[in-house]
């Protein structure tokens, strides 16, 4: 709990000595109470925002707006119809966000490293991740329990999470560079290939594979326009 601690207070330090003493079983825990969070926040938007008001709603973010823009109004229906489908799994999703947040960073994290020539072993980097997940995930999960989904408190509940975002950046920022022994402008080249080419070259891969679900869809009409 003191390398917690020390990670909070002071990254720098803190990521080095978690990295040398933090222990796998802390790392587990952590994130496992910041599932815990996500799923009381997940299951909250649930139970008071529906599929249609997250598509179709004033409070649409603006890539939604966006999205639904270029669509027009076959795909638009095959969106709804879809997000509708699965919109069970997607909260579920939602909820084991921390997990993957673990488990996909600290992956990306040690093949960017590998890709750069610094091999390591990637346990240390796995803990140090667990630990900064799980340190800093809670917060955005709390500010969106505690304010709710909509109106004022909602916004300031994003602001708030993308910050801890940001703070999660920093934490691992300083864990390569205490972990793979490289300075502070080649740990953040590591983050950036990491977040870039193991995060989102993925979800573009994702993204590219929905649209043509979309198109196959519109072809052979398994879903009818309105």
């Known amino acids: ?27 587990l825990l952590l994130v496992a109470a910041a599932t815990v969070v996500s799923a009381l926040s997940a299951a909250r938007f649930a139970g ?32 709804l119809h879809l997000v509708e489908s699965s919109w069970n799994a997607l ?43 799980g340190l800093t995930r809670p917060v955005g ?20 999470g993308a910050l801890a975002f940001v703070w999660l950046g920093v934490l691992a920022w300083r864990g ?9 402008g080649k740990a953040l080249s590591i983050l950036v290939v990491a977040i870039v080419f193991f995060y989102l070259a993925p979800l573009v891969l994702v993204a590219a594979a929905a649209v043509a679900i979309l198109v196959a869809a519109i072809v052979l009409e398994y879903v009818p326009a309105p």
Request: aromatic share 4%; charged share 15%.
């Open 1 to 27: 709990m003191s390398a917690l601690l020390a990670l909070a207070r002071h990254p720098r330090e803190g990521a080095a000595l978690v990295v040398r003493q933090g222990r796998l079983g802390v790392a």
């Open 48 to 79: 008071e925002v529906s599929v249609k008001e997250v598509m179709f709603g004033p409070q649409r973010s603006p890539a939604v707006e966006a999205l639904l823009g270029a669509l027009g109004k076959e795909l638009t229906a095959i969106v």
């Open 91 to 133: 909260i579920v999703a939602t909820a084991f966000g921390p997990v993957f947040v673990w488990l996909l960073g600290a992956t990306a994290v040690h093949a960017a490293a590998r890709l750069a020539g610094h091999a390591r072993p990637f346990l240390p980097m796995l803990v140090l991740v667990g630990h900064a997940t």
């Open 141 to 160: 999960d709390l500010a969106a329990l505690a304010l709710g989904p909509r109106g004022t408190g909602a916004s300031l509940a994003q602001l708030i």
């Open 176 to 184: 390569i560079q205490a972990h793979y022994g490289v300075p502070e």
